[in-house]
């Protein structure tokens, strides 16, 4: 084999992985499954795809060896390839929000928040956290808090918690987060908590960067 040969075909292998990438709603399957293993109908319900298109998406995903399944009875789980791609997807995403002008416009438009509502870090959550100050409420949905979450955190997802209040303590400071920048499940959850006079803000990221930054988690609990 030639210098020339080798090179060529060690470039195509890498870019079989930037063509696997090369769709919004692969994007959005493997950050759904950056949460924990998922059947392809839940990715497909939460893609807003239908099954046989997923099917499609995640064909060309493990193709790329960047998702894996198994099957259990009727139903396909998949899972990421291995915790690197999500440091590839995490990159990527850095990258964009880098370079990309237009991203920073779609969150001013649809994520901005007022000043008094903007979002905390991880390290200042980790610091509250660990004096006592604020209560952690996941509102993900309960099958991926299962998976894995915040340690001390509390499962209620968005769509219960408005009647689930009651389960809070009024004079504690309530942080939700969910399940990364982009998701909105934690400003909704803002939003109701703000609306019957708690405090609350939301934590910047999700549980799969406060994870890979290697901080306390705990899975199949609830606090």
Same mark, same amino acid.
Request: proline share 12%.
């Given at each position: 084999m030639s210098h020339r040969e080798f090179k060529d075909q060690l470039y195509a292998q890498f870019a079989r992985i930037s063509k696997a990438l090369a769709s919004p709603q =692969? /994007? +959005?399957l493997l950050d759904l499954l950056a949460q924990g +293993? =998922?059947?392809v109908e839940d990715l497909a319900r939460e893609a807003a795809l239908s099954v046989a298109n997923a099917s499609q998406h995640l064909k060309i995903l493990r193709q790329a060896q960047l998702v894996k399944t198994r099957r259990d009875g009727l139903y396909v789980y998949c899972r990421l390839g291995d915790?690197? !791609?999500y440091d590839l997807w995490r990159s990527l995403r850095t990258v964009g929000e880098r370079q /990309?002008? +237009?991203i920073d =416009? /779609? !969150?001013d438009v649809y994520m901005r928040q007022p000043h008094h509502l903007e979002p905390i870090s991880r390290e200042v959550l980790a610091t509250r956290m660990a004096l006592g100050e604020v209560v952690v409420v996941d509102v993900r949905p309960a099958s991926e808090? =299962?998976?894995g979450h915040i340690a001390q955190a509390r499962s209620? #997802? !968005?769509d219960e918690l408005e009647s689930r209040l009651a389960e809070l303590p009024a004079a504690r400071e309530i942080v939700a987060y969910c399940r990364g920048p982009y998701c909105l499940f934690a400003d909704e959850a803002v939003d109701i908590l703000s609306a019957h006079g708690f405090a609350a803000t939301r934590y910047i990221e999700?549980? #799969?960067e406060w994870a890979a930054a290697g901080l306390p988690t705990d899975r199949n609990e609830q606090n």
């Open positions: =692969r /994007l +959005e +293993e =998922r059947t915790p690197s !791609v /990309l002008s +237009e =416009r /779609l !969150v808090f =299962r998976q209620i #997802p !968005v999700g549980y #799969p």
